[in-house]
């Protein structure tokens, strides 16, 4: 099955069904496995906020402190991913040469 080479600038606007086959239809990719992972982690920080701020206030803790560890915790798993990024990009050059 060959990919669609349209523009699909204004599709997922108009016609999301359609954008959405042609986004499945080019199968797993692993950049936007990543994306998607950077994203999950935005929204997991952003999500936490409201919690650490009633737990800083309840307990008299620094909120900057709560949400720097918060942010600490989602720079290592961010880490792990560009270590495996780094890893494969080596692999691909050692295949090559």
């Avoid at 998607?36 to 650490?52: E, K, N, W």
Wanted: net charge positive; hydrophobic share 45%; charged share 20%.
């Amino acid at each position: 099955m060959a990919a669609d080479t349209r523009n699909y600038s204004w599709t997922s606007y108009r016609q999301p069904r359609c954008r959405c086959a042609a986004v499945v239809g080019q199968g797993p990719r692993e950049d936007r496995n990543l994306n998607l992972s950077d994203g999950r982690c935005l929204i997991l920080f952003v999500a936490q906020t409201p919690r650490l701020a009633r737990e800083a206030h309840v307990t008299a803790t620094e909120l900057d402190m709560l949400l720097g560890a918060t942010l600490m915790g989602m720079a290592v798993h961010r880490a792990v991913l560009m270590f495996y990024m780094l890893a494969g990009g080596i692999r691909k050059s050692i295949l090559k040469g």
